[in-house]
């Protein structure tokens, strides 16, 4: 093809820039068309021009207005910040901030939400523990121990609900991690179907239960495997009703409560549910009582105890200085238990219940308390049960089933 | 500089005085250093080329043309194609820069745009003789775009005619190549891939200008959609969807061109899923078929 040609079968460069400034009429901008459809090398030519145009236009709209011509050296446009003009690219950082925002509020309800955030679950007090509990959990063979270490989470049902999809709407949900036995923390044994309660993370942003006791009987929060075996003891046909629940609630002794809320429905169904209900306060209320409950003026030798011990009716104090006081009212007064140790005492707590077994002392302790119970002549047999420890600066120990009379352990 | 022309001068045209003011301080004659005579020649140069079969255009027809013209760059074009210095002044003045950032752009090297640049410059100049006889391209500008996107499409078409005639100009390897032969598929019978190739070709010819400008710059040239909008004046949006219409347009009648052939429907899907490599046919070049009949008497003109 000759250049004559060439020049002739297409279109001009007249046509196709104007073609390229849309400056053509119909009939004119259709024939331009067609040919492009069918010409690569004038599509090519268009499409360098438009390229080069719309390379001038942007240099246009940046640069400062158009200076004389010099000889400076021509520069090949560049925008300093022609991304920013890009709106595809708005999307990224667009979206990078809904994603740090998003994550903000997710963050923020979640700590926010009380009802959300689990509670620090404590283990009832050995003493008011059902013997029947300890015993079904005695006879659980180590087979029966799940295989699986973490037990995600646990919905605590009001007693005599059947299954967890029975709780009120308004049960709280204890957020709870079964451990193996051998990371179980001292003095909590971690068994098959009493797995120690480990809070998990959320519960660390909640501030530390003070008292102590006082955590542990919150509404419902009653662990999950205390709360199956408690539920083991209702009758299947009648767990639901209110004599069940009052049974229920006396059975269980001090070391649970149930649900305020739950049970506010039941208040007008039965006397006894009020009662075992009136108890469950009393049982609360005596639990608030901790070290910071003694008011040190009221101890005989005016110095702040240093260790403290609750049993159902007894409460032993003992001071920085060794010396054991005795209450039998709760605290309001105090009676010098002299010394039967030697050396100086450093704490005094209540070890177990006698007759449930539930306690944390050994088979030896349990037996010499049993015996020295037996001796003695209790009309409260639930004083009787209560069985006190003291120990020295020496480690040795020294057991009491009413506070006031101490034997030493062997 | 020059006043406004004269009624004398203006007396062979069917404009008056006004008008001729009018065309005078629109076009700038005066900056570009043209006297009256000159302005009021190429006045009827260009009536020339309003309608030839009329010899006695109306004034209204007239004012009409000359409006919808870029009457400033064609009489600076024409002052310069005649030689007139303080025309060469304006035009170096306002096109230097802008033509050199123009050949950049389309080079994509400096280097290759500077002399892109200084070889239009020498041919606008007049330097270049055909048949004993000095032409300046400046001539065949008419006003119907701008001046700037008559010389960037003048670049543009050097540089592709420049690189058409030598990109086949490759060194031979001195190693031989060797071809590792495809592997072996079942090939489609012959006579349903003729079909197919025929079927093909009358689907892509029935296809409207615009939809094989589109398919053309996007599928065989591999243009972006934003560079085909900013060609045709649309949002790329529109362009997506042409494109997505045209598409489908061109395989619904290929089925149907395929049915129509004796084909069954799932036959003809089948037939659309063989390969390529075994239509012999080159969609590009055969898009490329002489078509350009419309042109011929644009360039004789």
Same mark, same amino acid.
Not at chain 1, 125 to 141: D, F, I, M, R
């Given at each position: 093809?000759?250049?004559?040609?060439?020049?002739?079968?297409?279109?001009?460069?007249?046509?196709?820039?104007? @073609?390229?400034?849309?400056?053509?009429?119909?009939?004119?901008?259709?024939?331009?068309?067609? %040919?492009?459809?069918?010409?690569?090398?004038?599509?090519?030519?268009? @499409?360098?021009?438009?390229?080069?145009?719309?390379?001038?236009?942007?240099?246009?709209?940046?640069?400062?207005?158009?200076?004389?011509?010099?000889?400076?050296?021509?520069?090949?446009?560049?925008?300093? @910040?022609?991304?920013?003009?890009?709106?595809?690219?708005?999307?990224?950082?667009?979206?990078?901030?809904?994603?740090?925002?998003?994550?903000?509020?997710?963050?923020?309800?979640?700590?926010?939400?009380?009802?959300?955030?689990?509670?620090?679950?404590?283990?009832?007090?050995?003493?008011?523990?059902?013997?029947?509990? *300890?015993?079904?959990?005695?006879?659980?063979?180590?087979?029966?121990?799940?295989?699986?270490?973490?037990?995600?989470?646990?919905?605590?049902?009001?007693?005599?609900?059947?299954?967890?999809?029975?709780?009120?709407?308004?049960?709280?949900?204890?957020?709870?991690?079964?451990?193996?036995?051998?990371?179980?923390?001292?003095?909590?044994?971690?068994?098959?179907?009493?797995?120690?309660?480990?809070?998990?993370?959320?519960?660390?942003?909640?501030?530390?239960?003070? #008292?102590?006791?006082?955590?542990?009987?919150?509404?419902?929060?009653?662990?999950?495997?205390?709360?199956?075996?408690?539920?083991?003891?209702?009758?299947?046909?009648?767990?639901?009703?209110?004599?069940?629940?009052?049974?229920?609630?006396?059975?269980?002794?001090?070391?649970?409560?149930?649900?305020?809320?739950?049970?506010?429905?039941?208040?007008? %169904?039965?006397?006894?549910?009020?009662?075992?209900?009136?108890?469950?306060?009393?049982?609360?209320?005596?639990?608030?009582?901790?070290?910071?409950?003694?008011?040190?003026?009221?101890?005989?030798?005016? *110095?702040?105890?240093?260790?403290?011990?609750?049993?159902?009716?007894?409460?032993?104090?003992?001071?920085?200085?060794?010396?054991?006081?005795?209450?039998?009212?709760?605290?309001?007064?105090?009676?010098?238990?002299?010394?039967?140790?030697?050396?100086?005492?450093?704490?005094?707590?209540?070890?177990?219940?006698?007759?449930?077994?539930?306690?944390?002392?050994? #088979?030896?302790?349990?037996?010499?308390?049993?015996?020295?119970?037996?001796?003695?002549?209790?009309?409260?047999?639930?004083?009787?049960?209560?069985?006190?420890?003291?120990?020295?600066?020496?480690?040795?120990?020294?057991?009491?089933?009413?506070?006031?009379?101490?034997?030493?352990?062997? | 500089?020059?006043?406004?022309?004269?009624?004398?001068?203006?007396?062979?045209?069917?404009?008056?005085?006004?008008?001729?003011?009018?065309?005078?301080?629109?076009?700038?004659?005066?900056?570009?250093?043209?006297?009256?005579?000159?302005?009021?020649?190429?006045? $009827?140069?260009?009536?020339?080329?309003?309608? !030839?079969?009329? =010899?006695?255009?109306?004034?209204?027809?007239?004012?009409?043309?000359?409006?919808?013209?870029?009457?400033?760059?064609?009489?600076?074009?024409?002052?310069?194609?005649?030689?007139?210095?303080?025309?060469?002044?304006?035009?170096?003045?306002?096109?230097?820069? =802008?033509?050199?950032?123009?050949?950049?752009?389309?080079?994509?090297? /400096?280097?290759?745009?500077?002399?892109?640049?200084?070889?239009?410059?020498?041919?606008?100049?007049? +330097?270049?003789?055909?048949?004993?006889?000095?032409?300046?391209?400046?001539?065949?500008?008419?006003?119907?775009?701008?001046?700037?996107?008559?010389?960037?499409?003048?670049?543009?078409?050097?540089?592709?005619?420049?690189?058409?005639?030598?990109?086949?100009?490759? =060194?031979?390897?001195?190693?031989?190549?060797?071809?590792? !032969? !495809?592997?072996?598929?079942?090939? =489609?019978?012959?006579?349903?891939?003729?079909?197919?190739?025929?079927?093909?070709?009358?689907?892509?010819?029935?296809?409207?200008?615009?939809?094989?400008? +589109?398919?053309?710059?996007?599928?065989?040239?591999?243009?972006?959609?934003?560079?085909?909008?900013?060609?045709?004046?649309?949002?790329?949006?529109?362009?997506?969807?042409?494109?997505?219409?045209?598409? /489908?347009?061109?395989?619904?009648?290929?089925?149907?061109? +395929?049915?129509?052939?004796?084909?069954? $429907?799932?036959?003809?899907?089948?037939?659309?899923?063989?390969?390529?490599?075994?239509?012999?046919?080159?969609?590009?070049?055969?898009?490329?078929?002489?078509?350009?009949?419309?042109?011929?008497?644009?360039?004789?003109?």
């Amino acid at each position: 093809m000759t250049g004559v040609s060439q020049f002739e079968s297409h279109p001009d460069a007249e046509l196709l820039a104007a @073609f390229a400034e849309q400056a053509l009429g119909g009939q004119e901008h259709a024939d331009v068309l067609a %040919h492009l459809g069918l010409c690569d090398r004038c599509r090519q030519i268009v @499409f360098l021009a438009t390229d080069a145009a719309l390379a001038e236009a942007a240099l246009d709209s940046t640069a400062e207005p158009a200076a004389p011509a010099s000889a400076a050296p021509v520069k090949l446009p560049r925008r300093r @910040f022609a991304w920013l003009s890009d709106w595809r690219l708005a999307w990224m950082p667009a979206t990078a901030l809904a994603l740090v925002v998003l994550t903000a509020v997710l963050i923020r309800i979640h700590r926010g939400n009380p009802s959300d955030t689990a509670r620090i679950e404590t283990p009832p007090a050995p003493a008011v523990v059902v013997s029947n509990t *300890a015993s079904s959990t005695a006879q659980n063979p180590p087979a029966a121990t799940p295989k699986t270490p973490v037990q995600q989470t646990a919905k605590i049902s009001p007693p005599g609900a059947r299954s967890p999809e029975a709780a009120p709407p308004t049960a709280p949900v204890v957020e709870t991690k079964s451990i193996p036995p051998y990371l179980a923390p001292a003095g909590q044994p971690a068994t098959a179907n009493q797995p120690a309660q480990f809070p998990t993370r959320s519960m660390w942003m909640e501030p530390a239960p003070q #008292p102590r006791a006082a955590a542990a009987v919150d509404k419902g929060a009653v662990p999950p495997a205390q709360a199956a075996t408690n539920s083991s003891l209702l009758p299947a046909a009648d767990s639901s009703s209110p004599a069940a629940y009052a049974a229920y609630a006396t059975r269980i002794g001090s070391g649970v409560t149930f649900d305020r809320d739950a049970s506010a429905g039941l208040q007008n %169904h039965s006397p006894e549910l009020a009662a075992a209900r009136r108890a469950s306060a009393t049982r609360l209320e005596a639990r608030k009582f901790t070290l910071a409950s003694v008011n040190p003026e009221s101890l005989p030798n005016g *110095a702040a105890p240093i260790s403290l011990a609750r049993g159902a009716t007894r409460t032993l104090a003992l001071d920085k200085t060794g010396s054991l006081y005795l209450s039998l009212d709760q605290g309001v007064s105090w009676k010098t238990v002299p010394a039967q140790w030697t050396g100086r005492a450093i704490a005094v707590r209540l070890r177990g219940n006698l007759l449930s077994g539930s306690s944390t002392a050994s #088979p030896n302790t349990m037996k010499a308390a049993r015996a020295q119970a037996a001796t003695e002549a209790q009309p409260n047999s639930a004083i009787a049960s209560e069985l006190f420890e003291i120990s020295n600066d020496q480690g040795q120990s020294w057991t009491s089933t009413d506070g006031f009379n101490w034997t030493a352990l062997q | 500089m020059g006043s406004a022309p004269t009624q004398s001068a203006a007396a062979v045209l069917p404009i008056d005085g006004a008008l001729a003011d009018e065309l005078w301080q629109l076009s700038e004659a005066g900056a570009c250093g043209l006297e009256r005579e000159a302005f009021l020649a190429l006045l $009827r140069q260009e009536a020339a080329h309003l309608n !030839p079969a009329e =010899p006695a255009p109306s004034r209204s027809a007239l004012a009409e043309h000359f409006h919808s013209l870029r009457l400033a760059d064609l009489v600076l074009a024409r002052a310069c194609a005649q030689g007139c210095e303080r025309a060469w002044e304006r035009f170096l003045t306002l096109y230097r820069q =802008p033509l050199i950032r123009a050949a950049i752009s389309i080079t994509g090297s /400096e280097s290759l745009g500077r002399d892109l640049a200084d070889q239009l410059y020498a041919e606008l100049y007049g +330097l270049v003789e055909r048949d004993g006889e000095r032409r300046c391209p400046l001539l065949s500008y008419r006003g119907r775009g701008s001046l700037l996107g008559w010389l960037r499409t003048t670049l543009a078409q050097r540089h592709v005619d420049h690189h058409r005639r030598t990109h086949r100009e490759q =060194p031979l390897d001195n190693g031989e190549q060797t071809f590792d !032969p !495809p592997a072996a598929e079942p090939d =489609p019978p012959p006579a349903q891939l003729a079909v197919l190739r025929s079927a093909i070709g009358a689907s892509l010819a029935a296809a409207s200008p615009e939809d094989r400008f +589109l398919l053309a710059a996007y599928y065989l040239d591999g243009r972006k959609l934003h560079q085909i909008a900013a060609t045709l004046g649309v949002h790329e949006a529109t362009i997506s969807r042409k494109l997505k219409r045209a598409a /489908e347009t061109v395989h619904k009648q290929v089925l149907q061109r +395929l049915q129509t052939a004796g084909l069954s $429907r799932r036959a003809a899907e089948e037939a659309l899923g063989a390969d390529p490599r075994d239509l012999e046919m080159n969609v590009k070049s055969w898009m490329q078929a002489d078509n350009t009949q419309s042109f011929q008497g644009e360039a004789a003109g």
